[in-house]
């Protein structure tokens, strides 16, 4: 990976849950300073991966944004890529009347407050397609418009790059001083992401799985199913079948009135030369989605659910169940995250190698007459 005489290109991980972009940019050869998450579990997972980062434990919400720059001995405009992937729950399809008035709604805007102190030079954002039609995410457009970046956003699927999973996200790039045209787009017909395109399935994801450490605990498959629950799973066709196939007896009554969507899914296999569904944070819940094993009468285990994530097969996960799969269901695909740095790296590589000077008046003002966001 080009980097500026010599220097790695630097980033902050912000909301960075286990490390899936900071294992993605770290192969890409990216040096990350700093990240932030509130959650405990996903810091003691990062940490364990990634001690060598300075992380965090604050809320976007109440941090002092100059707080990243000292914890990095930064000063505004020598940071590369600052980026944010904050919680979706609040934006989904599936949620956003239950989370209307949720506090969450805020840290989209919170992004802007941090952009106009730390002054970066490239802005990555990662999030649900829903955020799009976000009022809040189009005021963010405009806000780092004002600040003098350029901007790409667009709906990506991670299965074109070589992510073994269907994963439909929303992904915007903006670059300091860059036209919109000469902002890198992430879509597979670009150049710089040959070696990304070859597609990969749930057959590769579940044989690199096997490989793995007999003790790895997330490698245990769960065989203690209530016994109509067992049942259920025996009866579900190999490599792809559904629950239309259950018999009446096996049918719970809410199936019944579910006739499509994400629900419908539930109790459904994987194909094995197809790519998975979305991972969610109930990704080895047979009840919530397509997440039984090709063949086997079981949910992919927590190991299998993180290849099919595209984590490296030694990554440590921190937490019980249902905090890992929420870790795993949350992240960004590190592959994904890969292919995002390598063409932001490359366009910041081509802009040259002249850090912006820090603004002489405040830090709250990335670019003359530019309005800074409120707090």
């Known amino acids: 990976m080009r980097a500026i005489n010599g220097r790695p290109f630097t980033a902050i991980d912000l909301c960075s849950g286990p490390g899936g972009v900071t294992t993605g940019y770290k192969a890409a050869g990216i040096r990350v300073l700093a990240a932030l998450d509130i ?12 001690p060598e980062v300075k992380l965090l434990a604050d809320d ?3 941090l002092d944004p100059s707080t990243l720059l000292q914890e990095t001995g930064l000063e505004p405009g020598e940071l590369d890529i600052l980026t944010a992937c904050v919680p979706c729950q609040t934006f989904s399809s599936l949620a956003r009347e239950m989370f209307a008035r949720d506090p969450r709604n805020k840290l989209v805007l919170r992004i802007a ?3 106009a102190v730390v002054q970066p030079r490239a802005v990555v954002i990662e999030n649900v397609p829903a955020l799009r039609q976000n009022r809040r995410f189009k005021l963010l457009v405009c806000r780092l418009r004002e600040y003098g970046y350029g901007i790409w956003h667009d709906i990506v699927d991670a299965a074109d790059f070589g992510v073994p999973q269907r994963r439909r996200r929303l992904v915007l790039i903006a670059i300091h001083g860059a036209s919109d045209d000469n902002v890198p787009q992430l879509v597979p017909r670009n150049p710089r992401l040959r070696g990304f395109r070859r597609r990969r399935t749930v057959r590769d994801a579940l044989r690199l799985a096997r490989r793995g450490r007999c003790e790895d605990s997330l490698a245990r498959p769960r065989t ?13 066709p190999v490599n792809g079948g559904s629950r239309s196939s259950l018999d009446d007896d096996l049918e719970l009554e809410c199936h019944s009135r579910i006739k499509q969507g994400g629900a419908a899914s539930s109790y459904g296999r994987m194909k094995y030369d197809d790519v998975a569904p979305t991972l969610t944070t109930r990704c080895v819940t047979p009840a919530c989605g397509r997440f039984l094993h090709p063949r086997a009468n079981r949910a992919i285990t927590l190991r299998e659910a993180a290849c099919l994530q595209t984590f490296p097969l030694g990554y440590v996960f921190k937490g019980g169940t249902m905090a890992v799969q929420s870790q795993i269901g949350n992240a960004v695909p590190p592959r994904l995250s890969r292919a995002i740095a390598v063409i932001v790296s490359d366009a910041l590589a081509k802009r040259g190698d002249r850090i912006r000077e820090p603004s002489r008046t405040s830090a709250r003002a990335p670019v003359a007459g530019s309005r800074v966001p409120r707090r």
Do not use: E, G, M, W
């Open 60 to 62: 976007l919400l109440k």
């Open 113 to 115: 407050r941090v952009v």
């Open 224 to 236: 203690d199913y209530p016994v109509l629950v067992a049942r259920r799973i025996r009866s579900i």
């Open 39 to 50: 959650d405990n579990d996903a810091r003691a997972t990062y940490t364990a991966n990634h």
